[in-house]
């Protein structure tokens, strides 16, 4: 959810996630971890913020996969101090149900107590072994995907199927450079020149999209997979937080005729709209940032209606 910034070039540049081990079904190694952490029940946790579009993947995944009485959640509270995430109290909001911390970072440190990286969410925390299996989303999505199944209500949902995971790949790259990414890059530029080649390169993958949902039901054909629930909680963040306070103004998501409806048919998707908490993510962008938003006010609007009826059914 933070960065770091190149300020010769007035460039935001993400920092790379610190813990990269694996859980797998038997607790084999992963794919760019180690292994020794087999899925098992009630022994995973999951810290998240529901304004962190990054920790969102992670609760949409647990949700659709049925894991909601496998793997625990602590919810830190929206404002995030320059210090670190918090956990207080706030509706949405829960203490630290494993190590009681009053900051996220406490938990880091506990792990290692030199740690001296950035303090992100979400995070998977091993409770048998008392420490971080993963902090990167992208892989813990992969791993809520498959690794659980012998005990998710819904094991028959494959968001990255063999057949479909090269699409999945070429496709998810340029939406996190330029949409998922691109938004804090055009936000949290600090020259005109770098905010304009973010604007112009999200604008033009949300043209691009545009066109192709127009065709297709899902980005990579008739079946949601993981690159879909990778670009929604972006989309879902973008007229309430990023046309403003990013100042990515070119256009709003409504302004999008296939892209809006298709992130409604996402939002109505059965447990998804419960892991979105507006509150939260208008709160925690409008006050936390107060380099972009000095007065910390969070605006009242817009109204938008993510329940209307979507239409898309055509394009099966």
């Given at each position: ?15 790379v ?9 038997d ?45 625990s ?5 929206p404002l ?30 506990k ?29 813990i ?10 005990f ?5 949902l ?96 409504i ?9 409604r048919?996402l ?14 993510i ?18 009242k ?14 394009l099966?």
């Amino acid at each position: 959810m933070t960065g770091q910034w190149k300020v010769e070039k007035g460039d935001f540049v993400r920092a790379v996630s610190s813990f990269r081990n694996w859980i797998t079904r038997d607790g084999s190694p992963g794919s760019s971890g180690e292994g020794g952490f087999p899925a098992e029940p009630d022994r995973y946790h999951l810290y998240v913020s529901y304004a962190c579009p990054w920790a969102h993947r992670t609760l949409i995944f647990r949700a659709l996969k049925g894991l909601e009485d496998v793997i625990s959640v602590s919810v830190v509270h929206p404002l995030m101090p320059a210090k670190s995430w918090v956990f207080a109290e706030y509706p949405g909001a829960t203490k630290d149900h494993v190590n009681n911390a009053s900051h996220l970072y406490e938990n880091y440190l506990k792990v290692n107590p030199d740690f001296d990286g950035l303090v992100t969410v979400p995070v998977l925390w091993d409770k048998k072994r008392e420490t971080i299996v993963n902090n990167e989303s992208s892989e813990i999505i992969r791993m809520l995907n498959s690794a659980f199944d012998e005990f998710a209500r819904h094991k028959e949902l494959d968001f990255y199927p063999e057949a479909l995971q090269e699409q999945i790949d070429a496709i998810n790259k340029p939406i996190y450079d330029t949409i998922n990414n691109g938004v804090y890059r055009a936000g949290f530029a600090t020259k005109q020149e770098a905010y304009e080649r973010a604007f112009d390169d999200l604008f033009n993958t949300l043209d691009e999209l545009e066109e192709r949902l127009s065709k297709q039901r899902y980005l990579v054909g008739s079946q949601i997979t993981e690159a879909d629930w990778r670009l929604f909680t972006t989309l879902v963040r973008f007229d309430p937080v990023y046309y403003n306070h990013f100042k990515t103004n070119k256009k709003r998501l409504i302004d999008y005729p296939n892209l809006w409806a298709y992130t409604r048919e996402l939002y109505q998707v059965p447990g998804v709209s419960q892991t979105v908490n507006m509150d939260h993510i208008k709160y925690h962008y409008f006050a936390s940032h107060r380099s972009i938003n000095p007065t910390g006010i969070i605006p009242k609007g817009p109204d938008i209606d993510f329940m209307m009826p979507h239409e898309r059914t055509h394009l099966s």
